[in-house]
């Protein structure tokens, strides 16, 4: 099963971009990334998946590699709602995510 | 419309008492999967139902846990002779079905253990 490499936590300021990087070097050729986030002590929320192409939504870009190894996920204009632990899942067959310990990010004022 | 609901929202029980939590998906959604989160830790996948397949239950822990899922909607997961090491957040997501849909998540249910 492909894993995924998060850093710990990262500080962004509030109103800049927050680019959260994410490796899976041993991601197969028919796994997409998946991004999700966790607020405190709520339910995680599904952010934006891809599989080769980069890809945008109204909340955020994500941007993965030629060699698909790994990946950024991009808040354009972080505000402090977004503080949350973000996760990047390598999605295995049978549809259930594997969560990770997933990167703690911090936007401060 | 309605996201995905859970119920109660916080369980207190005692050691070695069972106890039922149900959730209720998306309508019209045709997967569910049950999670837990220790206090600190990551996502831990449970059990997943697929339509009238047979269920994946390869993430429960112990023979004390079990889930059903009625008429292809509701889910109760239930947990038998409880433990204090089973004091977790419990998390229900939902899915239209499709191989790489995505999850949506309900707000869970915090069962405390005494």
């Known amino acids: 099963d492909a894993k995924t490499t998060q850093p710990t936590s990262m500080d962004c300021a509030e109103g800049r971009a927050a680019n959260l990087p994410c490796n899976h070097s041993t991601i197969s050729g028919n796994e997409y990334v998946y991004w999700y986030r966790q607020i405190h002590s709520q339910g995680p929320q599904y952010i934006i998946h891809g599989l080769k192409n980069n890809e945008t939504n109204e909340m955020a870009s994500l941007i993965i590699t030629e060699d698909r190894k790994s990946s950024t996920l991009i808040l354009p204009h972080a505000t402090l709602r977004d503080t949350a632990v973000y996760y990047c899942?390598?999605?295995?067959?049978?549809?259930?995510?594997?969560f990770g310990a997933g990167t703690i990010l911090r936007v401060k004022s | 419309g309605a996201g995905v609901s859970q119920s109660p929202s916080n369980k207190v029980t005692e050691k070695g008492k069972d106890v039922e939590l149900r959730c209720d998906p998306i309508?019209?959604?045709?997967?569910l999967y049950w999670y837990r989160q220790s206090l600190g830790q990551g996502l831990e996948f449970l059990i997943y139902f697929q339509g009238n397949s047979a269920p994946d239950k390869s993430g429960l822990p112990s023979d004390r846990f079990s889930a059903e899922r009625t008429g292809g909607s509701v889910s109760t997961l239930t947990i038998q002779r409880t433990q204090q090491e089973d004091s977790a957040v419990y998390l229900c997501a939902s899915s239209s079905g499709t191989s790489m849909s995505e999850q949506y998540f309900g707000p869970g249910t915090r069962l405390t253990v005494t």
């Open positions: 899942i390598v999605r295995e067959y049978g549809n259930k995510l594997v």
């Open positions: 309508s019209g959604h045709t997967a």
